[in-house]
């Protein structure tokens, strides 16, 4: 049943000859309507809630304590995006916001301090590539993300993309979803390690079952679960739905919610806070007696509108040189290590197509230039042999269908542009979302430290040490989880704190969380000031070298240590606290005034924040 | 490349006498004019770049040139060692998206020389086209031309500060985004400079500019002061593209935000985000 999308006849070529086609996610009125809207506003028409509920909707969120600007958050479904799409970005970037676009942990992306009255301009750009940023952000169904290794990885059961891809053209504009008590998230996973579908409203992974001597699609389907202020991790619906019932109990949890989540508390009006409050049991049992419903009542017009078949990439890709492993004259690498095969080890793993490769480009807490989106749109179209690119939830882009013997070349141009950085796949790559840079709910700049993380990280080579490789390091600005650090081996949230009588950044540090289908949230464990993050972390690397048992890793320890099954010294979260006691502390303010402010300031620390848009 | 519209205003004359310019004047106008000798090319690039190659029959007139004789006596004094005569078509290009080139066209304007057109492209787009260029330096014989200021397309500090309290007046910073976040003469709305190019032309198409100032709510018949960061270029780049947008009353702030820190003035500043460390460099 399993086609494979590379074709065997096809002579070796460089790129495909046939572009991807344009997606047309956006519409034009759409801009049109925006900009009206926006004159209305200012000139006093329309009352404020009103128009931010507009605004939101359609992808413009309130800038950081000035609401002239926004934050266009562009909705790209399982993070694909084509060249054209790229060097777009590239252009609106320059023109209408600062030159620089931002991956988000979402697979959107955003560009921060747009004026307003720009916004649809922006808008208008976008659609002429396929992209929209409808319901980017606002109460409805956020964007629907996919592995980015969808396709490409070597232990799904099917490729899930065009389900992901169906999925968000059925609920785009749909109705059912415009004004759901909250926002609404919806995750697919290639396999049981990649992809975020325990902490989001709906996660599925591709599965597949025999059934009378053939083999059935389907999905393992989560519900509940949700990373914010109060996490949960999502359960099990059933063992096994198959792919003729995914519309359905898609639909019925959206439904379910739409009738019964709170509509009056804004702070608990996600979806896992109505699973939590219910009853996991009596939520499954209303969601299967709900998708029933469902299945008897939708037409066969509706149903027709989830079309998997038309989302499926039917281009025959030509095949690759054979090479198995990569190609690496040395299984490890270090500091020393020549740049190449640092970074071969570092951002590249093989496909399950032979021959093409997965090249990651790593970015800063997922920042990237005009100049460096466009050198990369010219070497996805040199070097992929699929032509688009995949951004990734690690705030990284990955670039699929490389041949092997390309990636040298694929190397040096991309270092060109400055964007063959080691590390996409370590340790180093940092997570962070925008915190003070530009959203009214951040305590802290979440977004500086990742990047610093990441340039000291990478200074002490520490991407080069395998047994850091599976640990994670993730930064969020305030208590909610923009930047998902509940999911990390060792998690950052923001705050202020108190300390020898002056306002402090501290960040509130989480140990042992962890992502995929097994993933478990992180544990709380003690408040760091901001500047004493690396340190902490530097720290803790130490501690782990000291006291690991062998071949464990550092994700490994730290996950025993935070159950309390720790070997050695430091058996549990408390012996862990104790020995990083010395590290967090800060000296006198005199002594070191720099120590008390946060990252990318330059005076005295104060908390600042503004109602959040996040809820609309 | 986008030659329609400005073609179509670079009506010639039928007598023979010299042809109006539009604001921005296209690669064919300006190849065709250049053939007939009927125009004044002006490289405002570094000598050096000038001596390297420039556009057939252009003379040069290094930027730094102009802001060093800052007086209209001295810019007319120049404008004749040019050959530059009051009737004479000047076509000014730059390699600087064009900021370069409209800070001197401004000049000239501004001195009484009103028939200055920019080029629709740098000197790398027009060689990139494959268009042709010269190394000969070129010189003309001297021309006379009469000094008569035009004070209705200039702003001095104390213009700007009066403008607050003059409805129908409005101040444009052409800065970029951030740098304008970070301070600029209160009341000033931000039009950065990287708005009104496009691809392949120092200016987007009118009906662009028109839709994205009119988006602001900004009215036609407003009075728009442009500045920038210190001596006028990136403003004097928005100064035309307003022109170009239909605005009849635009000014050019020539000593921008420098003179006004210089001198002093209040600032509007904007400290509550950290913005600065969302740039990728």
Redesign the interface.
Known sequence: MKKSRVATANPRQKGVSVPKPNPKWGREEETEVF?KK??LF??GKIPEDDFRRFRLQHGAYG????MDYSMVRIKVPGGEMTPDQIEKIA?LS???????A?VSTRQNIQL??V?L??V??VMRGLVETGLTTREACGNTIRNVMCSHFAGVCPNEAFDATPYSMAIARFFLRNPMCQNLPRKFKINFACCDQHGLVRVADIGLVPATKEENGATVRGFKIYLGGGLGAASFIGHLLEDFTPEGRVLATCMATVRLFDRHGNRENMARNRMRYLVHEMGWEKFQKMALKERSIVEMTTSYFTAQLFDVKSQEDTRQLPKAPRMAKLPMLNDQVTKESPAYERWLHTNVVPQKQEGYFTAFIT??AG???AS?LRVLASAIRDYSAEAVARNTPQQNFAVRYVRGTELRDFYEKLGSAGLANPGALTIASAVGC?????CNLAIT?S??LA?EVQRKFLELGLDTDDSLRDATIKVSGCPNSCGQHEIATVGFFGGATRMNNSMVPTYTMLFGGSAGEQGELGKAAMRVPAKRVIDTVLRVIELYRQQRSESETLHQWVVSVTKGRGAGGIKNLEDMKAALAQVIQLPAQEQDPDAYR????DSGFSA?TARGECAA | MRAGAAKKKAAKTSSGSAVQLPIVCDADTLRSLVRKKAVRVVDVRKADDYKQEHIPTAVSLPLARVLENDTPEKIVGIMEELGISDKTPVVIYDDTFGALAARVAWTFQYVGHINTALLEMTFRQWKELGLETEKQARTFPKARHLLNVNRNIYADASYVENVKSQPGKLLVDSRERLNFLTEHIPGAKNIPYTMVGSNGSILRKADELKRFIENRGITSNAEIITYCGSVGTLSGLTYYALKLAGFQNVRLYPKSFKEWKALGKPKEEFKDAAYWDLSAE
């Open positions: 900009a926006v004159k200012r000139q800038s950081r304590l000035h252009s320059e023109a209408f916001s600062i030159g620089s931002h921060h301090w004026q009255e720009d649809s301009e970015l800063g920042d990237i230039t460096q925008s915190g003070t840079t530009s700049n977004h500086r990047k946060d990252y990318g300031s600042k």
